[in-house]
């Protein structure tokens, strides 16, 4: 069975103080990886897919790696508005569903 | 662009009674629908999967069921609602074309008392 782990669970940072969050996993032949954005009451934003390690991707502030076992989604310079739970998950490649880790709840004080 | 709604918002029932969630898609045509629901401090967890209409696949044994009468509406449902059913239910879709990532819904929240 998939399994995602995020550490760490939560994240306090000051604004402009650079971090990064982890996402360990274990899947049987990877679809893909994916990370995604969701604020308190609402539905998770998708921010990027991974298919391979050695892959990276950037969105303004965040950039996204691979590697075989983990994968990092580095926040560089974060302001207050970067503040959320940031999702993890990973994909087989004979599954539809998604596996998610628990989340990284990280709190941005400017 | 694609939208997906679902509705209500929030929900509070009593236990024992009967549930129907709705979601919709918007700007897209046969799309994957899923269910998932989110407990406090825990991952999504798939309930139900459809990559067609009529299509139904169950990820876990449990009070629900999901249905699926349109190309672009997906169901949940419930005959009779448990305490342990609470909790943040999402949609998402998915193309049906090879793209794999999940877009979801704004969710519901349910609450049994």
């Known amino acids: 069975e998939d399994q995602v782990t995020q550490s760490p669970e939560a994240l306090r940072l000051q604004e402009g103080e650079s971090s990064s969050l982890n996402c360990s996993y274990t899947?049987?032949?990877?679809?893909?990886l994916f990370w995604y954005r969701q604020d308190p009451g609402k539905g998770p934003e998708f921010l990027f897919t991974?298919?391979?390690a050695g892959e990276e991707k950037e969105k303004e502030r965040l950039k996204a790696t691979l590697t075989k076992k983990e994968s990092f989604l580095h926040i560089t310079a974060p302001k207050p508005e970067d503040s959320a739970t940031y999702l993890c998950?990973?994909?087989?490649?004979?599954?539809?569903?998604?596996?998610f880790g628990a989340g990284t709840t990280v709190t941005v004080r400017a | 662009s694609q939208t997906i709604h679902q509705w209500p918002a929030t929900l509070v029932q009593p236990v024992g009674s009967p549930l129907s969630l709705e979601c919709t898609v918007e700007?897209?045509?046969?799309?994957?629908l899923y269910w998932y629901r989110q407990a406090a401090g825990r991952g999504l967890q798939l309930l139900f999967y459809?990559?067609?209409?009529?299509?139904i696949s169950s990820e876990v044994p449990q009070n629900l069921s999901a249905s699926r009468p349109q190309d672009r509406q997906f169901i949940l449902s419930s005959k009779k609602l448990l305490l342990s059913d609470s909790g943040f239910y999402l949609c998402?879709?998915?193309?049906?074309?090879?793209?794999?990532?999940?877009?979801f819904g704004p969710g519901t929240r349910l609450t049994v008392l």
């Open positions: 991974l298919y391979s």
């Open positions: 459809s990559v067609g209409i009529g299509q």
């Open positions: 998950a990973v994909q087989g490649i004979n599954d539809y569903k998604l596996s």
């Open positions: 700007g897209t045509s046969n799309p994957n």
């Open positions: 998402a879709w998915s193309s049906g074309t090879g793209a794999v990532e999940q877009f």
């Open positions: 899947v049987s032949g990877l679809r893909g």
